[in-house]
């Protein structure tokens, strides 16, 4: 294998007509020049609720983390489910309070799950997108395994463009979590004669719950 | 996959003749260019990006070496591993032993170019393994049996009844009995019958959009959320990248990603987009316990010191193809490999070499429309007119042609010879078309007419035109 490794990199050097050996240290890293950035006008809370609804996704706004449990009940009811979540257990130590009826397990989503109830780590108001981090608090599973998806995002973290949701994520560059998952909408195909269909192998319906507070 | 791209001619003529092809062909065409054409004018930075991704593929390209080493260091140091492949058979060799490797029977996989491009499927399937394509395209041209006949939508050829027929024969293993008769009865199909696949999948194969040198990182850019099944629940994730694919920063992946979407399908931004770097963290509830990079080569590091080098900055958008007059006469098949299109008729000859491939270069009108439209700004008709210029610099191109060629050289070098045989013939063709605007027949262009008609020539010629031009400037 070693030996494919040093012949590819010879060849790239005799085509870039440098020396064998030793390659230049790479300039670009280190530094993080950011390219032309969209601009857009408007608050960044109204641009984010605004392309979450474009991308075929719905959203809604509470005061505080305390109402989470109302907003997904009410949720479930609408949407005709049965009262259980299979929930982040990053949410575990908010000690949220959930009404007796409702079924909540905190842990990664398996076969079975309907829905799921995660955190965001970060909201993208260019494009309505959520950033969500593989952790033990937000396992992945939850954003691709159920039908239904709830993800609660704080206005706080919500930034204007991708770059400044990697400065909020990993600030340094390294140690990046397993996974960083920029997810916009619910799952969709147009693999059959082009026609837009939602829930391919995703959720089905992805719904975001912006906590104001 | 087995190539038929020295058919060209015979493919197309057949591609011409199939109604529901011609049919799938109108269908999506308009909706691509519509899409992209709506993004991009939402956009007023586009062309800022435009330019900024060529530089930053360019200073990649400059620096591949250096990049492609942190790149692996960077891996490396979260727990994967990186594995060097020079060509398709070390790919497929690298790929067969880290599944022996995993003890893997079932596979489940993202669509990948480059998986095509090295004949991952049949290799896999070739040692009794268990194989699933997961994009719902690439799964019907599966059961099909079928190439991609585009790089984004690879089952655009198939109309709604034919991929309900489709499933119907090959799902009553799995109690299909029912008609397909919607859109959503298809895809809900494919979802029931595929998730069990991504439950049971011992290893999961994807492909990367791009390689981020700084952090180790792979991109995988997907509207169904195939690709991050593949990619989180089976054991073991083995990533299959060309070398072209790195990028130095999350900040430069970021332009890229702003322009493959819009030229893709004219989304902003895929539903999907993720960034993997490593396998899973001791803390972490899911994700596979191995992670590998198969860095695939094949050919790509000589294109590097030589006139195509340009090409090295394809980010697989489709673009080009949607907006081929060619491509949307012929569709993919024809094309008769992996790559269609113009820029899989820059890339097939390379990869198969010119004469295997030889009538690819010359089915373009070099219209330009790619190379107006490619995100990267890639002069796909300058690579184009590069491989023919090899091809008649070898004697691969027919003696016809070369004597037509020649000809035409001859007289093209004696301006004043030229301008007198263009002057008789303008006055012939006029004579002919006795005052009507167009010509039905022409001696010895029996064919060339049999599906259009020649405008009837201009009184003057250009340059008695332009020359009139500048007088009357003058005065």
Not at chain 2, 154 to 174: D, W
Not at chain 2, 255 to 262: G, K, P, Q, Y
Not at chain 2, 273 to 278: A, C, E, I, R
Not at chain 2, 283 to 296: I, K, R, T
């Amino acid at each position: 294998m070693n030996e494919a490794r040093n012949q590819i990199l010879q060849r790239i050097r005799a085509a870039l007509t440098r020396d064998e050996g030793e390659s230049m240290p790479p300039p670009r890293l280190g530094r993080h020049p950011r390219g032309p950035l969209p601009a857009f006008d408007g608050a960044a809370l109204d641009r984010f609720v605004a392309k979450v609804q474009a991308a075929a996704a719905s959203c809604e706004l509470i005061g505080a983390l305390a109402e989470v449990p109302e907003a997904a009940e009410a949720y479930l009811i609408r949407q005709g489910l049965t009262p259980k979540l299979v929930a982040a257990p990053a949410l575990v130590s908010e000690a949220l309070p959930w009404p007796p009826t409702l079924k909540v397990e905190y842990r990664r989503a398996e076969a079975l799950d309907a829905c799921a109830l995660t955190v965001a780590a970060a909201g993208i108001a260019e494009t309505g997108t959520l950033a969500l981090v593989s952790s033990a608090g937000t396992p992945s599973t939850l954003n691709y395994l159920p039908e239904f998806c709830l993800c609660v995002v704080k206005r706080s973290a919500i930034v204007t463009h991708m770059e400044d949701a990697w400065d909020l994520l990993c600030a340094e560059r390294n140690h990046l979590p397993r996974a960083v998952h920029f997810i916009t909408g619910p799952s969709r195909t147009a693999d059959v004669e082009q026609t837009l269909q939602l829930g391919a192998h995703g959720p089905r319906q992805l719904h975001v719950i912006v906590v104001t507070d | 996959m087995e190539s038929h791209s020295h058919e060209f001619k015979r493919n197309a003529a057949r591609a011409l003749a199939n109604a529901t092809l011609q049919g799938a062909l109108r269908n999506a065409r308009g909706r691509f260019v519509g899409h992209r054409r709506e993004a991009v004018a939402a956009l007023p930075e586009f062309e800022a990006l435009r330019r900024a991704a060529r530089e930053i593929k360019e200073h990649t390209l400059n620096h591949l070496d250096s990049y492609l080493e942190h790149f692996e260091q960077q891996v490396l140091a979260s727990g994967g591993q990186v594995h060097w492949a020079g060509d398709a058979a070390q790919a497929r060799q690298i790929v067969l032993e880290l599944c022996r490797n995993a003890d893997a029977k079932r596979i489940t996989k993202g669509k990948s170019m480059v998986g095509e491009e090295i004949g991952l499927n049949e290799a896999l399937e070739g040692a009794a393994l268990d194989v699933i394509e997961t994009d719902l395209g690439e799964y019907i041209i599966q059961l099909a049996g079928e190439p991609p006949s585009h790089i984004i939508a690879p089952a655009v050829h198939k109309t709604r009844g034919e991929i309900a027929e489709l499933f119907r024969a090959h799902h009553r293993i799995y109690g299909l009995t029912g008609e397909l008769d919607s859109v959503q009865a298809i895809v809900d199909e494919a979802r029931t019958v595929l998730r069990q696949k991504f439950l049971s999948a011992d290893l999961g194969i994807t492909g990367a959009n791009l390689l981020i040198a700084e952090t180790g990182s792979i991109a995988l850019v997907t509207n169904e959320g195939n690709g991050d099944l593949t990619a989180t629940l089976p054991r073991v994730h083995v990533v299959v990248a060309s070398i072209e694919k790195v990028v130095p920063t999350l900040e430069d992946a970021a332009v890229i990603l702003r322009l493959l979407a819009r030229s893709a399908t004219g989304q902003e931004i895929t539903a999907y987009t993720s960034f993997y770097t490593g396998p899973r963290r001791d803390s972490d509830l899911d994700g596979p316990q191995e992670f590998h990079v198969v860095l695939v080569d094949n050919g790509r590091s000589e294109w590097l010191g030589n006139e195509y080098r340009e090409m090295l900055r394809c980010i697989r958008c489709g673009a080009c193809l949607n907006h081929c007059p060619v491509y949307n006469t012929v569709g993919g098949h024809a094309y008769g490999w992996v790559y269609p299109g113009p820029m899989g008729s820059v890339l097939s000859p390379l990869m198969l070499g010119l004469p295997q491939a030889a009538d690819l270069p010359n089915a373009s009108t070099l219209c330009g429309r790619c190379e107006q439209v490619c995100p990267m700004s890639i002069p796909l008709p300058r690579l184009l007119r590069a491989h023919r210029r090899r091809q008649f610099k070898h004697g691969l191109t027919a003696a016809r042609e070369r004597w037509a060629l020649r000809t035409w050289g001859f007289f093209a070098q004696r301006p004043r010879l030229y301008r007198l045989l263009v002057g008789m013939s303008r006055t012939a063709l006029r004579v002919l078309a006795g005052g009507r605007g167009s010509l039905r027949r022409v001696p010895l262009a029996g064919a060339w007419l049999a599906g259009r008609d020649l405008p009837a020539p201009a009184d003057a010629s250009f340059i008695q035109q332009w020359r009139q031009h500048r007088r009357s400037d003058r005065t």
